[in-house]
């Protein structure tokens, strides 16, 4: 019976152990990993690409809503600004001395024998600059105080007895108008009176001059 030798069976052997090397089976499961590896690495490309879209977007919309919020701010002071001095000006109207008005009050306030002859108004303005704090409630705004006193110089052709001149002086202070505007402290005082005095156009005609200051409510405005 013949012998039979494979000659090939060692270079087979050692080709199979080759194929079921263990280094060659971790070279592929490396490269597999290095694959895994670089398509995570991908898709994180991808999405910091998407993410820095996102950002520019979202900055360029943060951008317009910031330029309208100034937009709203700026005319919401404009507006402020026009409604303060609306405000003003009709606190002004409403609590300012319209001297027609005081005219008009003072004639329905006649005394016999009491001549007027002088009207005088001192008008002054106290200004306060404003205050700039940095601590909360300690700032103040500017500020004016108004400061009006009519001097009405009158003559008394009465009896002395009479006190026309107080007479005078009550019948001011009973007005409504008067009452409305006059300070509540010392309203009206007297400056002193004359020694009587003959009237040049009739000499049998005597009066004593005197003069009445009416303070008036000292007014403060911002």
């Known amino acids: 019976m013949p012998i039979r030798i494979n000659l090939l069976a060692e270079e087979q052997y050692l080709a199979e152990v080759r194929r079921r090397d263990p280094v060659k089976?971790?070279?592929?499961?490396g490269g597999f990993m290095v694959f895994l590896a670089l398509l995570w690495w991908g898709w994180l490309l991808l999405q910091e690409h998407e993410s820095k879209s996102a950002l520019a977007s979202n900055e360029a919309s943060f951008q317009r809503i910031e330029k309208a919020a100034?937009?709203?701010?700026d005319q919401m002071k404009k507006a402020g600004d026009i409604e303060r001095n609306i405000h003003g000006l009709n606190r002004m109207a409403t609590n300012r001395v319209l001297w027609s008005a005081c005219l008009n009050a003072l004639q329905t306030c006649t005394v016999e024998n009491i001549q007027v002859t002088r009207l005088r108004v001192e008008q002054s303005y106290n200004v306060q600059a404003a205050v700039l704090s940095k601590e909360r409630g300690k700032s103040k705004p500017a500020s004016s105080t108004e400061h009006i006193v009519l001097a009405i110089s009158a003559r008394d052709y009465g009896r002395t007895e009479d006190e026309n001149a107080n007479k005078?002086?009550?019948k001011l202070l009973a007005h409504p108008w008067f009452k409305q505007y006059l300070a509540k402290d010392s309203p009206i005082t007297f400056k002193?009176?004359?020694n009587p005095t003959p009237?040049?156009?009739d000499p049998s005609k005597v009066f004593v001059t005197f003069t009445m200051e009416c303070a008036f409510t000292e007014q403060t405005r911002n």
């Open 25 to 29: 089976r971790a070279a592929w499961l």
């Open 70 to 73: 100034k937009e709203t701010a």
């Open 168 to 170: 005078f002086k009550d």
């Open 192 to 194: 002193g009176f004359s």
């Open 199 to 201: 009237d040049k156009d």
